[in-house]
T-cell receptor, first 112, second 113 residues
Framework: AQRVTQPEKLLSVFKGAPVELKCNYS??????LFWYVQYSRQRLQLLLR??SRESIKGFTADLNKGETSFHLKKPFAQEEDSAMYYC??????????????FGKGTKLSVKP | DTEVTQTPKHLVMGMTNKKSLKCEQH?????MYWYKQKAKKPPELMFV???????INESVPSRFSPECPNSSLLNLHLHALQPEDSALYLC????????????FGQGTRLTVV
């Protein structure tokens, strides 16, 4: 079964502290994984995807196929990083392969 | 234009009403999606249209009826809804390949009374 697990509902850190949001997946095949972010009162938007291997707003995520993980990391958290973060897996079935399976989300709170 | 526009932003309807949600994008995307998001839950896929044809229906009750009139528009027709259908309905679009970015609308906040 295709599944995304985010074990932490809430993660609270102080400004300047390192952040790691955990994501594990279950997928038979080669996974396509994403991190989406939802800031307060804003629409859901892409933060980064594993195939591009880029760093966005200081965040990085590495796909570890052995551990079936795609954890999101940032060395120094900023207050503006406070948001809901969703790990998502591209479903890859049916006529369109762009549909997403979301984890339950982790709410990141960065305190001053 | 990299936006997905949804109307209305808010909708209150009775259980006997018929209403429609609308979604529009002008990014040339050939896949469009409806997701349902309950409070404090992740979005859940409802329907997928690929090249204007319904390709995925995630066992959604028939009181929800999607329609894709053309490659830029996506509608969700609502009829005889239940209070438990109250939720945020999100529209998204992307190219119909794995690994492509999905662009989401702001959503329609639906309340069924």
């Amino acid at each position: 079964a295709q599944r995304v697990t985010q074990p932490e509902k809430l993660l609270s850190v102080f400004k300047g502290a390192p952040v790691e949001l955990k994501c594990n997946y279950s997928y038979s095949g080669s996974p396509e994984l994403f991190w989406y972010v939802q800031y307060s009162r804003q629409r859901l938007q892409l933060l980064l995807r594993h195939i591009s291997r880029e760093s966005i707003k200081g965040f990085t995520a590495d796909l570890n196929k052995g551990e079936t993980s795609f954890h999101l990391k940032k060395p120094f958290a900023q207050e503006e990083d406070s948001a809901m973060y969703y790990c998502a897996l591209s479903g890859g079935y049916g006529g369109s392969q762009g549909n997403l399976i979301f984890g339950k989300g982790t709410k990141l709170s960065v305190k001053p | 234009d990299t936006e997905v526009t949804q109307t209305p932003k808010h909708l209150v309807m009775g259980m006997t009403n018929k209403k429609s949600l609308k979604c529009e994008q002008h990014m040339g995307h050939r896949a469009m999606y409806w997701y349902k998001q309950k409070a404090k839950k992740p979005p859940e896929l409802m329907f997928v249209y690929s090249y204007e044809k319904l390709s995925i229906n995630e066992s959604v009750p028939s009181r929800f009826s999607p329609e894709c009139p053309n490659s830029s528009l996506l509608n969700l027709h609502l009829h005889a809804l239940q209070p438990e259908d109250s939720a945020l309905y999100l529209c998204a679009s992307s190219q119909p390949q794995r690994g492509t970015e999905a662009f989401f609308g702001q959503g329609t906040r639906l309340t069924v009374v």
